[in-house]
Structure formats: C-alpha cells, structure tokens
C-alpha cells in the first residue's frame, strides 16, 4: 500500500474551481503504473469501481476490484461472478486494461 497524497483541483457545477482537497492514495497496480484512490465511483453486488490514476498517461481511470475474500457465493452467485468476469476478460478496446 502506499502512503502517497496527490492534490486534485475539484470543480464546482458552473465550471469554476474550488478550494484543492487531498486524495489518498490506497494502492498500486502490481506494475506500479496505476494509482488506487480512496474514493469509490460505485459498487455493485461483486465490485468496486474506484477513481485512479494511470501515472504514464496522465489520465484519470478507473480502478474495479472484484472482493470475494470472506465471502460464501452460492452456486448461482459464482455463476453470475464467473460470467462477469469472461464478459470483462473479452471486452478489447485500448482504454481497458489488460492483465
């Protein structure tokens, strides 16, 4: 995990920029390119999509994490998670990353 902060300008609905706010920086992608944000765009029943950092790039990106430790799936369940994750394993498109 690191310990890293990062400051982002936020922006108000008009457009116009408000007061700076710290993001924490939760984790790191095994290449160390990316950088996980505290902040959590949404979640579903398998998933969280975090806000991130591709730090080549320059871009912000999203971060999804599939959380199954300490959990009992049902039949159907890991049926539904396993199907999820063959529709992400064959999307191709160059803003998804593949692992």
């Not at 400051?7 to 160390?32: F, Q």
């Not at 991130?52 to 998670?81: C, P, Q």
Request: net charge negative.
């Amino acid at each position: 995990m690191s310990d890293r902060s990062y400051k982002s300008r936020s922006h108000s609905s008009e457009g116009e920029k408000t007061e700076d706010e710290t993001s924490i920086v939760v984790a790191t992608d095994p290449t160390g390119r990316y950088l996980k944000y505290n902040e959590v765009l949404g979640q579903g029943a398998f998933k969280k999509v975090h806000r991130a950092l591709d730090e080549l790039e320059g871009k912000e990106v999203a971060w999804n994490e599939i959380a199954t430790a300490g959990r009992s799936l049902s039949a159907e369940e890991k049926s539904r998670l396993e199907a999820e994750i063959e529709i992400g394993k064959s999307l191709n498109h160059p803003n998804i990353i593949q692992f």
